[in-house]
């Protein structure tokens, strides 16, 4: 993949800065106990997650590895299948999120940070899946103040869905 071809797909990715994510599911062992992690996804989330900055792609001094390809190859479809995930819980805000991408399953690791924010710090392709499906999956919709079912309810680029500022 040429430094160009990583240029178009950052734009497009890019189409997802400042969204709030939610799942909703079961802790295990515990039918009657419910968790819920909110998570947001940002261009600065997805740099964060590569092998180069935002600052070395504009500068064009970076050098994508397989890793680096295999997240603009597949984030932006691997969000829009949410709908087929399965979630292993492993603590509050501690959770794994698996996504059929391609014949494989990419793995994405959203972690309690500090402070009460939660974040995604790993995606990466793995074998097999873990967890179970989860009872809801939304995006939180800023018009509403109310999380709104995802991918479904999800139009990219309208505003009540992206947080500005």
């Known amino acids: 993949m040429g430094k160009i071809e990583v240029e178009k797909k950052v734009r497009e990715l890019e189409a997802l800065d400042g969204i709030t994510l939610a799942i909703w599911g079961l802790k295990p062992g515990d039918e009657n106990e419910r968790y819920v992690v909110s998570f947001d ?4 989330t ?3 997650l590569m092998s ?3 600052y070395d792609m504009e500068s064009g001094d970076f050098e994508p590895n397989l890793n680096d390809i295999f997240i603009l190859d597949t984030f932006y479809d691997c969000l829009m299948n949410f709908s087929n995930i399965t979630v292993e819980y492993l603590a509050e805000n501690e959770i794994n999120i698996y996504v059929p991408v391609g014949n494989s399953f990419a793995k994405l690791e959203i972690r309690y940070i500090e402070y009460e924010e939660v974040a995604l710090t790993g995606y990466e ?3 097999k899946y873990h967890g179970e499906k989860p009872f809801k999956v939304g995006v ?3 018009d509403t103040m109310e999380y709104d079912n995802f991918p479904q309810d999800f139009v990219v680029d309208d505003s009540k869905f992206y947080c500005y500022g």
């Not at 996804?41 to 600065?44: G, R, V």
Request: aromatic fraction near 24%.
């Open 46 to 48: 997805i740099f964060d």
């Open 41 to 44: 996804i940002s261009i600065n």
């Open 125 to 127: 392709r793995v074998a």
């Open 52 to 54: 180069f900055t935002e």
């Open 140 to 142: 939180f919709n800023y």
